[in-house]
């Protein structure tokens, strides 16, 4: 098992969406990149998922998922930037309807 793999298992993912929430531009943008890492590595899971990226899985089970798309609208260009980054790799949006957000046969629809 690897240092990505742990930290997933020690339920990474809660910690780092809460840091999302906090107001602190630099938290921000350290939780996104670390999001962004621990994602990338899950593509490297996939043969062995069935196609699918685990750790993708393992965001929407903290039911959390608003958080990073809330994050659009966040007044610091470089948030944006991030987590737009992040949104077009891993996660794509449905274009009939803007409040969901559609990857790997998992839908999440927000209110």
Not at 24 to 41: F, M, N
Not at 61 to 87: A, C, F, K, M, W
Request: hydrophobic content about 35%; glycine content about 4%; charged content about 20%.
């Amino acid at each position: 098992m690897d240092d990505s793999q742990a930290l997933v298992q020690k339920d990474i993912f809660s910690p780092i969406l809460a840091n999302l929430t906090i107001n602190d531009t630099g938290l921000i943008l350290a939780s996104l990149r670390a999001l962004y890492e621990i994602l990338a590595h899950g593509e490297t899971l996939k043969k062995s998922h069935n196609g699918i990226n685990p750790y993708i899985n393992k965001i929407f089970e903290t039911g959390q998922v608003g958080v990073i798309e809330t994050l659009q609208e966040h007044p610091e260009n470089e948030v944006y930037d991030e987590v737009s980054r992040l949104i077009n790799k891993y996660f794509q949006t449905d274009q009939t309807n803007d409040n969901n957000i559609y990857n790997n046969n998992y839908e999440v629809t927000f209110n």
